[in-house]
């Protein structure tokens, strides 16, 4: 039973460690791009439609998440994935709030949210999830269009009660 709690302090001498030694050498901010990049993160190019931008925002934060993104270099790193119109978008207005101290990740999306989901948008996407119906869809096919949909009318279905 010694081995096990000697290999326990051990492992956890070798963690805080790694950590001391990660956060005394904070990696560059092209060192953290080159790890968003070999993950692929998805593009954004200013589509009409709020599901591109919601599939995009969530895609990107789960990247952030799992390469372990600092907070204070996700937006800066975001916009590289911007084309098109969203790559314009940024170009003309972006960059003066990024600019203002506390801008961070939250605060661009809000700001892409503003400029390409507007509010009549998200509205008809609620509306459009409220009207929908099975029809001839299979249950599973039901089920991934009630999900993907519902994001856009989070009151309607506010608890998992409700959802069902």
Not at 140 to 149: H, L, S, T, W
């Amino acid at each position: 039973m010694a081995n096990n709690t000697d290999l326990a302090v051990v492992i956890r001498l070798l963690a805080e460690k790694l950590t001391q030694e990660r956060d005394e050498r904070p990696e560059t901010a092209g060192e953290m791009f080159e790890r968003l990049a070999k993950v692929k993160p998805p593009y954004y190019n200013g589509q009409a439609d709020p599901t591109f931008l919601e599939n995009w925002i969530r895609e990107c934060k789960k990247l952030f998440e799992v390469v372990n993104y600092p907070g204070n270099m996700r937006v800066g790193q975001a916009v590289l994935f911007l084309k098109d119109e969203g790559d314009l978008w940024w170009r003309e207005n972006g960059a003066r709030p990024s600019g203002v101290e506390g801008f961070n990740w939250d605060a661009n999306v809000i700001a892409l949210r503003g400029k390409f989901c507007h509010a009549f948008m998200r509205k008809q996407k609620a509306q459009e999830f409220i009207n929908l119906w099975m029809g001839s869809m299979t249950i599973f096919e039901y089920y991934d269009k009630f999900i993907a949909m519902s994001r856009f009318a989070p009151k309607v279905v506010a608890t998992e009660e409700l959802k069902a």
